[in-house]
């Protein structure tokens, strides 16, 4: 049967097998009603005989109703119904215990018992099937008993040879007999029948869920692959913008006769796309530190009303430059948290403030945006939310945004508004890490407010901290600097930067440079350190600088940012570090500060 089969996969195998089953278990079913109905009609057939013979007789009229009857139930089989089966169970009951038991040939008894018994356990089950013939065995011996002693008189011819007792009791065992083979064998073979159909249809359902499972795996990877798609497709896209930027007022800035406005805009504009260009590899870098639980966060004291005052001024004067941006910012403290030093990671915090009002600015084509800082129910939460009246998000959208790679508006084609996806992912991110969370509230359309919190620790208020130090005339004349730098570009940025401070440099490309440099008695006051350097590590050379002449500051400037590798440095004797990309103010600060407090 199954060789015919188309070929299946492996449940709809299992669904073939049962179904083969069925079909078997219906074809049996059938071939015992065919057979009680042949029985049925040589019953009849012999009654008719009789009846030619001996004319009617009650087993005649029970024969030709039972005749009928195997016949309808094998017709009707298919849709019988309860009250069918009720009265059919009724008839063969009442005639198997009365009717039948008024006639006692020597044919017709096993007969009638196995008819009725097939009956009854087919329709009704081995249970009843045993009640019938017991009812049977019972009836028929009393009437045989009551006949034998005389209380009983039948008006009716009989066969002689029927009412002989070895051929009563004969026909009481062999029927009864018979019908118990056939009643226990159907019972065993249902038995079988059904705990095998279970067993398959626990292992059918099994296969079903784990099919179903494996549906939705390969739906999730589908999904993933198509992101996986989207998103490099908008990382190229996010990259080479500024790169673009970047490489081509890069070439124009190399023209000779540039008049000064045009070099300073070129200036300006190479140097945001680069911000833009390293916010997008820190995105990056980011959602997979945060993905592989390395985010490490950097506590320290924060207060609130500064940060978001300078929050506010940095993007209020980035709004000014942008002639087309007809947004207007805003920004709401309550009372309770002006003055409040909190204890948290600053730079994070920023990062996911900064994210916010990015996207609110850059999802409100004309409008206001507003940040709000309140002090929540509880007293150790803060309350921030940025609004916006913008674009909004669908409602089907709002689950997914925060999603990494995920953005409202996923149809390439239709993007005008860039963006990677992972800004909110990693807000979410570093407010799981800080023990707060994050939402939002949108109407598309009409606008969203993304609403966060941050649980904090209140630490006294310690003297204010101090505002970045103003750019100051740094004259170092007399100090020298070795930039230890093996990319030449950065060396001679290095250099660049600190020309306005007239510092002596010397430069060194190799940790064997600094080796001659300093045997040629050339000894710096500070030493810039490249932590990779090509033949030799920087933490090593640094410890040898360290040794030999103790007085000397080194500076680690790596490329590395996290805590282990600047605590790395710090070990290893290097008394600061400034990470890349450098930025002038901060190196110059921390130079500043080290020759200031007399580390030589
Ligand atoms: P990106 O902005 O780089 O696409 P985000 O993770 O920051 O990535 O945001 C994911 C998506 O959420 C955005 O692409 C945008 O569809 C939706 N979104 C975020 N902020 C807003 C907002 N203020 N208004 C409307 N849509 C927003």
Redesign the pocket.
């Given at each position: 049967m199954l060789k015919n089969r188309k070929i299946h996969k492996p449940n709809q195998l299992f669904l073939a097998v049962a179904d083969d089953l069925y079909t078997i278990r219906n074809q049996i079913i059938d071939t015992i009603y065919l057979f009680s109905c042949i029985f049925g009609t040589f019953a009849f057939y012999s009654s008719i005989i009789r009846f030619t013979k001996l004319g009617i007789q009650p087993s005649f009229l029970y024969n030709c109703l039972l005749f009928i009857l195997v016949w309808s139930v094998f017709l009707l089989r298919k849709k019988i119904s309860m009250i069918w089966k009720a009265s059919i169970f009724f008839i063969l009951f009442f005639m198997s215990g009365v009717l039948l038991n008024i006639t006692f040939t020597v044919i017709s008894g096993p007969i009638h018992f196995i008819l009725v018994s097939t009956l009854t356990t087919l329709i009704f089950g081995w249970k009843l099937g045993l009640v019938t013939i017991g009812f049977t065995i019972i009836t028929r011996s009393l009437i045989a008993v009551l006949y034998a002693r005389g209380i009983l008189s039948l008006q009716i011819n009989f066969n002689e040879y029927a009412l002989a007792t070895p051929a009563l009791l004969s026909t009481i065992v062999g029927g009864a007999f018979s019908a118990l083979v056939i009643v226990f064998a159907i019972d065993k073979f249902y038995a079988w029948l059904i705990t095998a159909l279970n067993t398959l249809k626990e292992k059918n359902d099994e296969l079903a869920v784990k099919n179903s499972e494996l549906v939705a795996a390969i739906q999730k990877a589908e999904e993933n692959d198509r992101l996986k798609s989207v998103f490099l497709a908008n990382m190229s896209h996010e990259i080479r913008t500024p790169m673009n930027a970047i490489i081509g007022f890069s070439n124009f800035l190399a023209r000779p006769n540039l008049s000064q406005d045009r070099r300073e805009r070129y200036s300006e504009l190479v140097q945001e796309r680069s911000y833009d260009l390293l916010r997008i590899i820190e995105d990056i870098l980011d959602i997979s530190k945060i993905e592989n639980r390395q985010l490490k966060l950097e506590f320290s004291e924060i207060h609130l009303d500064t940060l978001l005052v300078e929050i506010f001024e940095y993007y209020n004067l980035k709004l000014k430059k942008t002639d087309v941006s007809k947004v207007v910012l805003k920004l709401e403290i309550s009372e309770n948290i002006k003055e409040l030093a909190i204890s948290s990671d600053k730079q994070r915090l920023m990062q996911v403030i900064n994210?916010l009002l990015d996207?609110?600015i850059?999802?409100t084509p004309k409008g206001e945006v507003v940040l709000k800082a309140k002090l929540g129910k509880t007293d150790s939460v803060i309350e921030f939310s940025v609004s916006?009246s913008?674009?909004?998000?669908p409602e089907d959208?709002i689950d997914i945004?925060f999603d990494r790679f995920?953005?409202?508006?996923e149809s390439l084609a239709a993007r005008q508004?860039g963006?990677?996806?992972?800004?909110?992912?990693i807000s979410k991110g570093i407010l799981e890490l800080l023990g707060g969370k994050i939402w939002v509230e949108?109407e598309y359309g009409k606008g969203?407010t993304?609403n966060f919190t941050l649980p904090f620790q209140k630490i006294e208020v310690s003297e204010k901290l101090s505002k970045k130090g103003d750019l100051r005339n740094r004259n170092w004349i007399d100090k020298r600097v070795l930039v230890v730098e093996d990319d030449l570009a950065n060396s001679e940025y290095l250099v660049e930067l600190l020309y306005d401070t007239k510092i002596q440099v010397s430069k060194a490309m190799t940790a064997n440079e600094v080796r001659k440099l300093l045997k040629n008695k050339q000894k710096p006051d500070i030493v810039l350190m490249d932590i990779r350097l090509p033949d030799e590590s920087g933490i090593v050379l640094t410890k040898e600088i360290k040794k030999q002449y103790p007085k000397v500051i080194v500076v680690a400037q790596t490329a590395y940012a996290s805590k282990e590798d600047q605590q790395e440095c710090i070990d290893a004797g290097c008394s600061d570090f400034i990470t890349k990309p450098i930025d002038q103010e901060n190196l110059l600060n921390v130079i500043e500060s080290l020759l200031n407090s007399g580390q030589q």
């Open positions: 994210n996207n609110a850059k999802f916006d913008g674009i909004g998000i959208k945004i995920r953005q409202a508006d508004y963006g990677s996806g992972l800004g909110l992912s949108s969203s993304f």
